[in-house]
């Protein structure tokens, strides 16, 4: 039913659609790495988590480079940049305290 | 230069690791949820990643629904799903303390 709503409207209009969510899903961890950076502590943030995200990041750039899509490419390489600061900074602040 | 490297191999090899990338970054918030939930605290998480992010995967939603395809609706819909629950939890445990 919700994809019979979606489905009238131009390839055009989802792949807008499609930046706009990449761009928000990439430049989200800006702020994540300001706000530990700041405070200087990152305890309630999840090891296993910034682990799993990076380790998925990577694969998602090696399957970008693999197809040869430049979009999924540079958005994951920018991810995965900020992901590994978060982690970098956590696993420091975490032995400090 | 490294997109030589990985242009021998199969695109199936690709959808492989595609996979193995979508199931990371979506599972990954999962350890953080219970992170939160445990600690009963949200202070070193970024209440505007969370509000970015969440607004970036609903943005996936509408585009893997619009695309007709599922993968893409899946994982992002679980992913929301989880990063819902943290904002909602940060909201809560902020406003205590």
Redesign the interface.
């Given at each position: 039913m919700?994809?019979a709503i979606?489905?009238p409207?131009p390839?055009s209009?989802?792949d807008w659609?499609?930046s706009?969510?990449?761009?928000?899903?990439?430049?989200?961890?800006?702020?994540?790495l300001?706000?530990?950076w700041r405070?200087k502590?990152?305890?309630?943030?999840?090891l296993?988590?910034?682990l799993?995200?990076s380790?998925?990041?990577a694969?998602?750039l090696?399957?970008g480079?693999?197809?040869?899509s430049a979009p999924i490419t540079v958005a994951n390489f920018i991810t995965l940049a900020l992901a590994l600061a978060i982690l970098f900074l956590k696993l420091r602040y975490d032995r400090r305290q």
């Open positions: 919700i994809v979606f489905q409207l390839r209009f989802f659609i499609g706009i969510a990449a761009t928000c899903t990439t430049i989200s961890f800006l702020p994540q300001l706000r530990v405070r502590s990152a305890k309630d943030i999840s296993l988590m910034f799993l995200f380790f998925g990041l694969c998602w090696v399957y480079l693999g197809i040869g």
